[in-house]
């Protein structure tokens, strides 16, 4: 039975992900990646392209078969902390509920890749396989310039807990990735606090989020260093501090804190169960919120389309940039148009995704011009649409 409720919840993410395909369309940082990337995630995805084909289900499926493998090492990690069936298949869900999880599932990025990575390096580490651990460490150098983020983490929790053979592996990789990618800093100082508090909240769902800050809390008080631990807090404190400069990046410091989710639940636990029942109601209404938190965010990526139906202008949406792109490249292709310039250049790049390429004689432009102009209307949710018009060059 426990099984069914574990491959019960595969079955879910991957119903998730099918379901938001079809309104998913390419956006300029996915297809940036494509076609002016010189990393690892561009070769990667390009490799995929090459064997399989272009398209949504393929470039997105190269991704999420990452996330199923994380669900896969969170059960397994989640074993080493937690006793009861019940609570591991928590843990799966609760994880596989994380806003920012979900997100970084559908969209082609790094984070999931290096999720995996992290992943995999704690279960080699919790498990004693030291040596395939340091292994994997050092070919995440090579991956991505995040990775610094994790070992920082792990230089501070192998100096706490002195395990130097970790600890010189770690400034090893540390230093390989610094001279490869630098360092993430960029733009002008300018204080971002508030606004990596927001991501949190939204990587997370509030509730999750204050119960995750509260929980680092708590353990470093208590001085109960362990490694996930350190690599969520130490990430926590990094991206707190680079956030008094500039803008962090999503993509950079959430893949280091979601992995907490099997100490969340390990801690949670522990507190409630120690308590008679009559003392337990307090945790109970924290589950609750916690709980009720992340199913409404969950509901709000699910449904997201569908607040177009409330809105004046669609642009004003929180995804628009992952839609209409692709309704676009298709009412193009049934006016036989397969060639067009854009005075976007982002769009003429996405466009490119479904082989709409650039064109002398044809123009996309948003606003009607004073000429002859054909218009293409892309319908959405209730009364929202995008209006653009199709216009010779020369005439416009």
């Known amino acids: 039975m426990n099984k069914i409720y574990i491959i019960l919840i595969f079955v879910i993410n991957i119903a998730i992900f099918y379901s938001n395909l ?21 070769q990667y995805i390009n490799i995929i392209i090459a064997f ?66 992290t992943l995999g390096f704690i279960y080699l580490y919790l ?26 983490s792990l230089i501070f929790y192998s100096i706490i807990k002195k395990k130097y053979y970790l600890l ?8 390989y990735s610094l001279s490869l990618f ?66 962090t990046p999503l993509e950079d410091f959430a893949p280091f804190v979601v992995i907490s989710i099997p100490l969340l639940i390990q801690r949670f636990y522990s507190s409630y169960r120690i308590r008679l029942r009559q003392f337990r109601q307090g945790y109970k209404i924290v589950g609750f919120l916690i709980v009720s938190s992340l199913l409404i965010n969950f509901f709000v990526i699910i449904f997201n389309t569908q607040f177009y139906f409330w809105l004046e202008n669609p642009k004003t949406h929180f995804a628009y940039d992952f839609h209409w792109v692709k309704q676009l490249a298709n009412e193009l292709k049934k006016r036989e148009i397969y060639s067009i310039k854009c005075k976007n250049k982002k769009l003429q790049l996405r466009l490119k995704f479904y082989n709409i ?23 959405g949710v209730g009364k929202s649409q995008i209006i653009y018009y199709v216009t010779k060059s020369n005439k416009y």
């Open 22 to 42: 079809e309104s998913l369309s390419i956006s300029y940082k996915e297809a940036n990646i494509i076609y002016n990337g010189s990393g690892f995630m561009n």
């Open 52 to 117: 399989f084909g272009k398209s949504d289900l393929v470039v997105r499926s190269s991704i999420f078969v990452f996330h199923l493998f994380n669900l896969f090492l969170i059960y397994q990690i989640s074993k080493l902390y937690l006793k009861k069936v019940s609570d591991l298949l928590l843990t799966l869900l609760i994880y596989s509920l994380i806003p920012g999880v979900i997100s970084f599932s559908l969209i082609i990025n790094s984070a999931t890749i290096v999720i995996t990575f």
């Open 127 to 152: 498990k004693k396989r030291y040596y395939f651990s340091y292994v994997l460490l050092i070919l995440a150098s090579f991956i991505d310039n995040s990775f610094s983020i994790l070992y920082i």
């Open 168 to 175: 010189i592996i770690t400034i090893i990789a540390l230093l």
């Open 182 to 247: 630098g360092f993430m800093t960029h733009g002008k100082p300018r204080g971002y606090f508030f606004d990596i508090l927001g991501v949190y909240s939204a990587i997370f769902s509030p509730f999750l989020f204050f119960y995750f800050f509260y929980i680092l809390y708590r353990d470093m008080v208590l001085k109960n260093f362990n490694i996930i631990w350190a690599i969520s807090f130490f990430s926590l404190i990094l991206s707190i501090i680079i956030s008094f400069r500039q803008r």
């Open 357 to 379: 390429n650039v064109s002398n004689s044809l123009k996309l432009v948003d606003k009607k011009p004073e000429k002859l102009s054909q218009k293409v209307t892309l319908l």
